[in-house]
């Protein structure tokens, strides 16, 4: 234990040192000490143990996901992960009418990476995609989609919304057949790789620049059949009769070199569509045909599908003693558990005293209820530290875990009081979840260490008599997607009776492995550190 003294100079030190430990909606606490001298107070940090073990995920639910991945991605200590995709169509206006002798000229396929602008150079924008894993490439064929997508399950009792999860299933009794998916074949793309170039449209003199996308034509004899030639029929004239009549495609990836690719893809945006380009001869008074589209765009209904070759298995879990090693696997992979305080808020016993009523003890005065009466000490902050095994890992790890409360499925109150970057949601949220501490400033050296400050939530558990809650912590590719959404369900939830994972794991391709509570590695226990400070009253 550490002991720092420093002496308090007029009362407004005294009272910032006294607001700290009040909680979220600032109830004033009182610590209860009379105030004489210049040095009455000290600072102390101390370790509380903690219990933290693997819980290796089941199918998870893929739809209503804000993006969708889409690829071949290699953990070097996991092994490869493939992801591909099914999506609806829905036309921007139905029942159309297009002109007499009409023309197919083209059918083209678009859909935008994440990217940034770096400037313009040699009159030309360059481009960094964002959200690329892997550097090789990948096979991608695209079918039409034969199975319906529903939106709502029937089988619950007040249509609620239908779940889809990643192995294709519906259901524990009740999957997708793969047959069903691979209709006509669309589209194929041999080793295929992401390209950052800015793409360029030329229309006479006219040119127009798009941002970096996958941008691809099609044959245009099925558009043909399928849309064009089924003008005034019912089929096209709105959306239910649209969607059951052509249900989507399926985009389906292979691997194609040892090093794969995948990419995090947002097929909600305007720009991403199917256009079909289309013309008719000129008018009496014109020399040149007349130019129309008809777009489709893709809409909510999307559903990822996951498949793992792990050439690491990942072991069940120690809910009593704790795991040596965390794995941390995004998509269908892997999330650790943390009881702190060993989990237990009371026992039965009055003669003896578990480790949650031990650290309350230490901290607080309770009535004979237990509820809280005054404290004894003034947390400043409290901390998880994770140490990256770094004999596993190399580079790979991701920038940013997640902390959550696995009872209510809902982030820890300290996320509501961190301040969230919309635009770099990189950089969003870093006091409550620190971001992977690196060797050096290169993104791909190798990581030493999280910081998860959760200083709130153990005030609340003092001041509120709030549950002590088990908390999950997974890999995430974006904290702010947790801000308002709800968590994805996991399809059973197994022994540990997590039974959600949140979304921004289920869209993180990466992995790491972590020193747990049971490690015997010199330093790198993972516990829980707390800062106080306490009356000094010699």
């Known amino acids: 234990m550490k002991n720092i003294k420093?002496?308090?100079?007029?009362?407004?030190?005294?009272?910032?040192?006294?607001?700290?430990?009040?909680?979220?909606?600032?109830?004033?606490?009182?610590l209860g000490s009379d105030i004489s001298g210049q040095n009455n107070f000290d600072v102390f940090d101390k370790e509380y143990e903690v219990i933290a073990f693997n819980n290796k995920l089941n199918p998870v639910q893929t739809n209503g996901l804000p993006s969708n991945l889409l690829g071949v991605y290699k953990d070097l200590v996991y092994g490869s992960s493939k992801a591909s995709m099914v999506t609806q169509l829905t036309p921007t206006i139905f029942d159309p009418t297009f002109p007499d002798s009409t023309r197919m000229d083209s059918v083209v396929l678009t859909i935008p990476y994440f990217s940034k602008s770096l400037g313009i150079e040699n009159e030309e924008t360059k481009y960094k995609l964002d959200s690329i894993y892997g550097d090789g490439d990948i096979n991608l064929k695209l079918y039409e989609n034969n199975y319906f997508l529903r939106s709502f399950d029937p089988n619950s009792e007040f249509n609620a919304p239908q779940k889809y999860y990643s192995d294709r299933s519906l259901s524990a009794s009740n999957q997708i057949p793969l047959s069903s998916l691979q209709g006509e074949v669309l589209h194929e793309f041999?080793?295929?790789?992401?390209?950052?170039?800015?793409?360029?449209?030329?229309?006479?003199?006219?040119?127009?620049?798009?941002?970096?996308?996958?941008?691809?034509?099609?044959?245009?004899?099925?558009?043909?059949?399928?849309?064009?030639?089924?003008?005034?029929?019912?089929?096209?004239?709105?959306?239910?009769?649209?969607?059951?009549?052509?249900?989507?495609?399926?985009?389906?990836?292979?691997?194609?070199?040892?090093?794969?690719?995948?990419?995090?893809?947002?097929?909600?945006?305007a720009n991403a569509n199917i256009t079909i380009h289309y013309s008719s001869p000129p008018t009496a008074s014109g020399t040149?045909?007349?130019?129309?589209?008809?777009?489709?765009?893709?809409?909510?209904n999307k559903v990822n599908f996951f498949e793992n070759d792990f050439s690491l298995a990942i072991p069940n879990g120690d809910p009593m003693m704790g795991d040596e090693k965390l794995y941390l696997k995004g998509g269908e992979g892997?999330?650790?558990?943390?009881?702190?305080?060993?989990?237990?808020?009371?026992?039965?016993?009055?003669?003896?005293?578990?480790?949650?009523?031990?650290?309350?003890?230490?901290?607080?005065?309770?009535?004979?209820?237990?509820k809280f009466v005054k404290a004894k000490r003034l947390i400043n902050e409290a901390n998880l530290i994770f140490y990256v095994d770094q004999s596993l890992t190399n580079g790979q790890e991701p920038d940013r875990i997640y902390i959550y409360d696995t009872k209510n499925q809902i982030p820890l109150i300290d996320f509501r009081?961190?301040?969230?970057?919309?635009?770099?949601?990189?950089?969003?949220?870093?006091?409550?979840?620190?971001?992977?501490?690196?060797?050096?400033d290169d993104e791909n050296s190798k990581g030493v260490r999280y910081k998860i400050k959760i200083t709130e939530h153990i005030k609340n558990l003092l001041l509120k008599d709030s549950t002590n809650v088990r908390l999950g912590v997974s890999v995430s590719t974006n904290v702010n997607m947790e801000e308002e959404?709800?968590?994805?369900?996991?399809?059973?939830?197994?022994?540990?009776?997590?039974?959600?994972?949140?979304?921004?794991?289920?869209l993180s391709p990466k992995g790491t492995v972590l020193y747990g509570n049971n490690t015997t590695v010199p330093g790198k226990r993972l516990h829980l550190e707390i800062l106080y400070t306490e009356p000094n009253n010699e």
């Open 6 to 30: 420093f002496p308090l100079k007029n009362l407004f030190i005294l009272a910032i040192l006294v607001t700290t430990f009040i909680a979220c909606d600032r109830d004033y606490i009182s």
């Open 190 to 269: 041999q080793g295929f790789k992401p390209n950052n170039s800015e793409i360029k449209l030329k229309q006479g003199e006219e040119v127009t620049r798009l941002a970096p996308a996958i941008r691809v034509k099609m044959d245009t004899t099925f558009w043909k059949n399928k849309i064009l030639l089924k003008e005034g029929q019912p089929e096209l004239s709105n959306a239910n009769n649209f969607q059951n009549y052509f249900r989507g495609i399926y985009f389906e990836t292979e691997a194609n070199t040892t090093n794969g690719v995948m990419m995090l893809l947002n097929f909600g945006v």
């Open 288 to 300: 040149e045909r007349v130019s129309g589209t008809y777009q489709m765009n893709f809409p909510n």
């Open 334 to 370: 892997s999330m650790a558990i943390v009881d702190l305080f060993d989990g237990t808020d009371v026992d039965d016993n009055d003669a003896t005293m578990t480790a949650f009523e031990e650290f309350k003890n230490d901290f607080v005065e309770t009535d004979a209820d237990g």
């Open 417 to 440: 009081f961190d301040a969230a970057d919309k635009n770099v949601p990189n950089n969003s949220r870093i006091s409550h979840l620190g971001k992977l501490e690196r060797e050096g």
């Open 485 to 506: 959404r709800l968590q994805n369900s996991i399809l059973t939830p197994g022994i540990n009776t997590v039974e959600s994972i949140p979304g921004s794991s289920v």
